[in-house]
């Protein structure tokens, strides 16, 4: 970086800085302005808007002295008080941006002939010394400033009510103090800054934390898309990076639909779409601590009368709950237009719940109501590699064991959470094959690298549809799963005499039919 553009940017002389000294950001740089009349000052600023000079706690515009040409750098926290009868016969300084200003000439040739209709020339710019102070800089600029030059020195954090949240990679604990206090005086509201010190892989999804600066205090309220969220940062899990995702979920439901949230946290999923569309919500979350803040949430937000709240193991309340629900739903003439959406937020593991869903229902459970809609679920996971969308539909698919196909709605981009390292959403239709646990769409659970999506032959065996005019009793008989591993393990011609011996042996009359043949100072990688 040359020496002119460092211009604008902290002493060099705080680079390496560990503990925090304030004094040695006082910088005085010289700097461009026009003397321009009070009363044109409104016409001379649509001419010069991109020329003006940007810092923080700054006015570029002020009025002269008199008795001096020194700028003043830090604005005042009372406003000036405006005289009407005097106004029009003072005169205003604005302050031009050095770089892009170093004589009248610098200004495009339209703005040029604009001030001069104005009587603004050459005649009115000046040059005066401008002290500038760590209150001029914000915290980016000045924690560029502090940080190793030869490392990635990207600032960002997230924000939760009242505490900044940092990452901090290894090449800067060092500077973790001077980070803190930085943070804790230059972003607005907050009282409290924490790094993260493990990954997330606890029980919970909580994660251990220090305190950098300020408060030891750790309850924290959030407002988030109208609705507010209290809970104890330090023991619950909670992503700000997610707010634009619950919109999206919000916004694919109408009201009277039916949402269950799997792994709810403290209810951002689940309360959002009870608040807006009156939706009927089961929210559950293993964590006895976010149990209690999803409780509490519910009832500040007043949707207690839409939102039921579990806390139990994920599998449990999918085979147990979510089962008893969907069939009270189906046979609900109340819910006969609603659809079913399921949420499944725990990116590092949630495809391994999906496994609950194959064969949830009987077969007697499923051909004994007129099923409208099938339930839709939304399930997060993280990717590496090329190809995000490809590399989430497999996992989910490996998960699953069976094909998304025509049941699959969208595959979306989330947020990228680091360098190769993507978090996505997968939307399909737990279809009929599935939830009965029908060896329709069925893939192995180890797919290949030959095709994740188009079997092999062998494969195409066992994803097929065959027309069983018994179809209850071939379901129930228990010999379809040795068929399905049958017809895995030979060449499609010979499926059609496999199919004939075991229908016969099971004494199933049957008609059997082959069909076809997705960094920084801060380490965000365990983030979710």
């Known amino acids: 970086m040359n020496q002119s553009s460092r211009l604008l940017l902290p002493p060099l002389s705080v680079r390496g800085m560990k503990k925090l000294d304030r004094t040695m950001f006082i910088k005085q740089i010289s700097v461009p302005w026009l003397e321009i009349e009070s009363c044109k000052v409104g016409k001379a600023m649509k001419n010069l808007k991109k020329y003006t000079l940007k810092f ?5 515009l002020q009025t002269i002295a008199p008795s001096t040409n020194e700028l003043v750098a830090i604005n005042e926290e009372r406003p000036a008080i405006s005289n009407p009868l005097t106004e029009n016969n003072t005169k205003k300084k604005l302050i031009l941006n050095p770089l892009l200003v170093i004589s009248f000439n610098s200004l495009d040739e339209n703005h040029r002939i604009e001030l001069e209709n104005l009587n603004i020339s050459k005649e009115n710019l000046h040059f005066s010394e401008l002290t500038l102070t760590y ?17 990635d020195s990207v600032t960002s954090y997230s924000l939760i009510g009242h505490i900044a949240h940092v990452n901090l990679r290894s090449h800067v604990l060092d500077y973790k103090s001077v980070i803190g206090e930085v943070l804790l005086d230059k972003v607005k509201g907050v009282k409290t800054v924490v790094n993260k010190i493990d990954i997330i892989d606890s029980k919970y999804r909580n994660f251990q934390m220090e305190i950098l600066c300020g408060e030891n205090n750790m309850i924290v309220e959030v407002r988030e898309n109208h609705c507010i969220y209290t809970f104890d940062f330090s023991l619950v899990y909670w992503n700000p990076r997610l707010c634009t995702e619950h919109e999206r979920i919000v916004e694919m439901l109408k009201e009277g639909d039916i949402l269950y949230d799997v792994c709810a946290g403290v209810g951002p999923f689940a309360i959002f779409p009870a608040a807006k569309k009156k939706c009927t ?6 964590n006895p601590e976010s149990f209690k803040w999803l409780l509490s949430n519910v009832e500040r937000n007043k949707v207690s009368s839409y939102v039921q709240a579990y806390n139990k193991d994920a599998r449990i309340f999918i085979e147990n709950d979510v089962k008893n629900h969907i069939l009270l739903s189906w046979q609900n003439v109340k819910y006969s237009e609603s659809i079913m959406h399921i949420t499944i937020n725990l990116p590092a593991m949630a495809v391994t719940f999906l496994q609950s869903f194959v064969g949830l229902f009987t077969t007697e459970e499923m051909y004994a109501h007129v099923i409208k809609n099938y339930p839709i679920v939304h399930v997060y996971c993280f990717v590496k590699g090329d190809n995000p969308n490809a590399q989430a539909q497999k996992l989910v698919e490996e998960n699953l064991g069976y094909y998304l196909t025509d049941n699959l709605k969208e595959i979306f981009l989330v947020r990228n959470v680091s360098t190769n390292k993507n978090m996505m959403r997968v939307s399909f239709v737990l279809n009929q094959n599935v939830l009965s646990g029908n060896a329709i769409g069925k893939c192995s659970t180890n797919l290949t690298e030959e095709s994740p999506f188009e079997p092999s032959k062998k494969k195409l065996c066992a994803m097929h549809i065959y027309d069983f005019l018994s179809l209850d009793h071939w379901l129930n008989s228990g010999s379809l799963k040795k068929t399905i591993k049958t017809y895995a393990t030979v060449p499609p011609v010979a499926v059609e005499a496999s199919t004939a011996n075991s229908v016969e042996k099971d004494g199933a009359v049957a008609n059997a039919r082959i069909a076809g043949q997705d960094e920084g100072f801060l380490d965000e990688s365990t983030t979710a």
């Open 135 to 151: 209150d001029n800089w914000g915290a980016v600029e000045v924690l560029k400033s502090i940080l190793p030059e030869d490392q």
């Open 281 to 286: 919500v089961l929210a559950n979350d293993l």
């Open 56 to 60: 923080e706690k700054f006015k570029s």
